[in-house]
């Protein structure tokens, strides 16, 4: 077979990994060379094989392997023995991701960068607006000294690796370039890096100056955007967030912007490099969190083909993270990163997902570890990385947390099996056995619409109905009440083309571009079923007038009076739950519009429903909720009922509400997964619904953090 | 026996209820008689009664009996029937604790203020510095407006109360002034209240001139400590944190001591008043969380004997919480909570313990709220009120979280009995049947300083090792430690008297008073073991140099050098974690100190101990760590057996870290409690040592969030 297909890992358009020419799960485990005893590789690997795994990742320090500037060390050692450790992956059948930096983090000190670096070229780290250091170990990514370090680094290492890949019938089949872009900076201040020198600041012809000469052309019109008076683009300097009104958020927006733009140049580069030093495989790289996501768009756009993006799910590292366990908070963070992944055109994929955990406290419990996995698997991810699978003592005391690596993983740093091996075996046979989840893609009930930039405005939103508001509805309010209502939710670009087969909805904010409006007023004509909250755009995203959406349904722009508690009514409910008063009413509904919900108090109208030619509906929901009662699922229930939904349409639904379910299918083939993600125990019915048949799961008893799978065959498709 | 001694709820100086003249645990439940439908007002109160309950508490709502103002309604509806609720409650002889207001917040439209003060005398809401409004519910409490309403309402409501009060033979047994005093302050605005009316702010002779004048005397002292120019104390006015420097430290700091003192001022006008119209019970009040206990030390003082101060032990509201069920981190609120409680002198009560949720998601499961209720008994809780026992609808649309005030309670809003009742019958036969540990007090093995400034300064910290990193390495730090380690800590007031029969550990500012510096000089040389960490204090609180404490000891002032990740050594330890390299050393240890750790990079020492004539015994300890690595608990396990504290001589231990214990012991009888707070099972051995005495339980199991409470008899206690 090899001989015939292709060696390696691929994927496709689809969202789908290709194995060694199949469509398959990618199952990744981390496992340090560095770490883990040389004399123990061969075992532990071989631990990973019989887990049912089929790569395994590594770092491949910058300062375990260029301890002093110049001098490459790579074979003196056993810890240093990378290409011994590559020979071996090659002949255990393995394949292997190296992840060589600059960057690596993985609690070693200084992140993996040298000591000699941060120490004797202070001028390459990271500043505050203020021009201040902001962490000893956050580097400014385009300073020329710190290129000039990390290109000798790639120079010494990326030809070794290159020898081993794919292509040269070696291990590796897959590279990641540094290591969670950017965290590093927005971790330790709240202004990014504003490094003078590397990001050109007050200099003439400077990349910042520039950035902005090319999005104002002349400093009138950023004076005029500022309210500023600035004499030439090089006095401008960037400022510390929040934002305090709308002139505040637009600097610091074009800071934001010009920010990513040069971590995707750094990107560029570092690929660059890559492909220059003969690493022929597909580059990858790892996403911090869910919510970060996409602030890799401009990385995405520059990398283009042969780049893949993933996410690093993790639900706690240590006290300072908000749950001990996943949680359906957790769920639903997975759900969105897996969306946006699959939206990017990647495979979603998961490159930390935890194996365990760099601390002893909170600790981490295999039945929650198990529920963790089960649970992205129903929520999208297609290949994952446990980090980590075997750890062992950190080298030469480059450990920043403890003389071992231990993370609490499923082979102890000292070798011994874990109760986790077994979760994770288990699950993988589950994968294996259930190897068309890769090509399958979830049931949805309708579409909830996506704004990318609105998901990563949170820098420099402002008061008001902004973008950060509309995505915090999204996810709070729109998504949280549809898990906990079962009504399945799939999330739609709305840059991209709006399909009219489903309702979709969608969290209005208050500056939104003319042309998403006019698509918007388009969708509507063309027949589909649009449910808007909390508001109505006023402006386009300059702050010009433009209501091109409130002009066409007819409707004044809902306002918010804080000064009057309301009471509201809808429908057969009264005393509409809304915490923090966020209700946005008009004094009527538009001409031709049915009137839903109202305030009694002052007989506005905060929801409507109007019908257009050609079957298009707009249904208008003046609620910014989050949600925590019931009856936020039933005001949903009724609005999509409205779009053509009705409850007993949805394509799997629990009756118990804390018990979230969701269907996956591909084909003739589909699975039902249970999650219940308490620390309680939790009964439900589950009832599937495929095409005209309709099956029940009757008095389900899940166990805390347990997710249950249910196959959903053909037969009982037909029954 | 009711007629041989006083009716009543009483207390004594050893923090244990006295109710009916037994010593007694209180268990109160809230019960709404204006949500509650009035016909089954009975059925629900025997459900309480009948639940083991001796008291209920509710609220008597100022918007909802003065609707227009100078209207007052009592009893022309069911809702408003107050005297007719309070008879029933004496003649099925239950006590009854009011909380009149003038706020009772409790999901009520204007947080249970009238609608017609809110919006017709806008000038009593709170401010931030610019003279914005911070919330449309938060008033300035001394606002000479909002006092006349108040006074009136009081006027109105309290000679009624009076009526009903045990010493005329009525229900009444305690009344709680106002709810959860300066949460609506610092929950809207970083920057408590500044309505310059209210707070005489550029007022000549204004309070808070005048507050500054008593401080400073002179502008010109005043001036120095600020470095600022002003020309008077009018000028001076307040600023948001956060501290950028000292001086805006101790700026914030006045206006932080000043706010309280204006919030006592508050509750001694309040509780004058509920005196001056008859009311002769105790008076009590609830801080809004365990974070919040300490601001109410002017209060305490002001309001002196017959006041009670307890505070609210939720674990989770909404999803803005951090967790979904009680945790290993909410007990140890509940600790320093019920230990802050033990210290100002009262019998730790949970005013606001959960008896269900404002929010159906995240759900709250009956087996999490036991496990939240043992745990809080486990750590010191001598009396609770759940909130709530039972609701009902809203009367008059008054609800702001929808028609129904159900909160997921024992006894629905309508009136179905629900799984968690049988939950807190049982934990109430439970609590009836050792009723001794209304007396009993937690064993400890070692003291924790409280500094009571540092629970209360993050407001106005600034950078080093302010009071605020004190507070936080004494929870996240020491406490953790402890409790994974299985020793049990007990807080000492630094302000008290120190014993010296056990290690005291304490977390240490850069800027301690000279006096509490002496007083621990002192308490070395009565034979104290003292545990220093990480730092010691090299000025006084007010910055100017004073280095009593480190004379003493014969040390530098430790310092925290960032620009080189260290490599500590300890005892047999390699490698210790510290994590954000908060590791602070000394270039050699005192004279005559014995070193126990240092930086095997630079040689530095950050850690040593050092005796003294009379058996004292200092430790310094350079780490301000966060728990979070099984070695932090190796360390303490050092330190403390280096002051005779062994792990062997630990009054109670567990063979899992993940399992908290805790022995609470009254006299001859004692009891352990085993905790599980996590969503996974767990398995454990425990070791109970009481004098020389030692008992195993071997193998344990414990389920997801389940505490075992262990009865340790005599006869256990001689085996």
Known sequence: MENQVQRGIRWDAAGAYWINGEKKLLC???????RVPRQDWERRLLLWKKAGGNCIATYVPWELHEPQEGSFAFSDCPARDLEGFLQLCRRLDLFVLVRPGPYQYSEMKYSGLPEWLVTEYPQILARNPEGEIVNEISVSYLHP??????RRWYEAVIPILARYTVDHDGPIAMVQFDNELMGIHYWFTDAYDCNRQAMGIGEPGGAWPSFLRERYDTIGSLNAAYESGYGSFEEVFPIHPPARCATQ???????????????????QILCGWLRELGMQVPIVHNSPNPNANSTFLEIRDALGEGFLLGSDHYYNLNIGWEQNNPTPQYALRCFYSNEMLRLMGYPPTVFELPGGSPSEFPPIAPGDLKAAYYANTALGMKGHNYYIFTGGENPFHLGSNGRYYDFCAPVSAAGEVRPSYEIIREYHAFLHENEWLAGAGMEADFYVGL???STRSSFYSASGVSRAKAWELTRNGILLTAFGTSYSPQLVELSGELPTDKPLMLAVFSGMERSLQEKL???LKAGGKLVLAPTLPQTDETGAPCTVLADFLGSKIPTNDRRYAPVLMMDAMQDIPCSKSRVYTVEEAPLGARTIGWDEKNGGVFCWEKAFPGGGKAVFLGLDWEYCKLEHGEILTGLLSRCGK????RCISTSNPSVWAVLRRDGEKAMAFVLNLYSAPNETDVTITVGANTRTFSGLKLQPMEVLCLPVTLADQDA
Chains 1, 2 share one sequence.
């Open 646 to 649: 009705p409850a007993a349409s």
């Open 451 to 453: 704004d990318w930039e």
């Open 249 to 267: 958020s637009r600097r610091l927006k074009d800071y934001q912007d010009f920010y990513f733009s040069a971590a995707a140049r750094y990107a």
């Open 521 to 523: 007023v388009a969708f």
């Open 28 to 34: 990744c485990g981390e496992f340090h060379y560095f």
């Open 145 to 150: 000294v710190f290129l000039e370090k990390a």
